[in-house]
């Protein structure tokens, strides 16, 4: 599993950053603790609270999201991308300049 380049915390540190505070630690105390911003802090702390308990279990709920849009109102439907497009990127790839 992969984090991006700036995560403070691995999945060792996100899982202990949230058990500081289901012990009675506050948000804020934690953050300083772990060294991460509040917000930070809040939003591992919100992903652990809303996720089921299999999430809990394997620590789904703490692994780093994507940032890319799970969706775009501009993008074409698979079939199309697939099947009618391949002529016209044949042949814009055979033009010059």
Known sequence: ??????????????????????SGMTLKAAALAFRVSPATAHRWWQRWGEAGEEARRTLSCLIDRPSRPQRSSRQLAAQLEEGDLAPVAARRAGRKG
């Open 1 to 22: 599993m992969s984090f991006h380049r700036n995560a403070k915390l691995g999945l060792a540190g996100r899982y202990a950053l949230v058990c500081a505070v289901e």
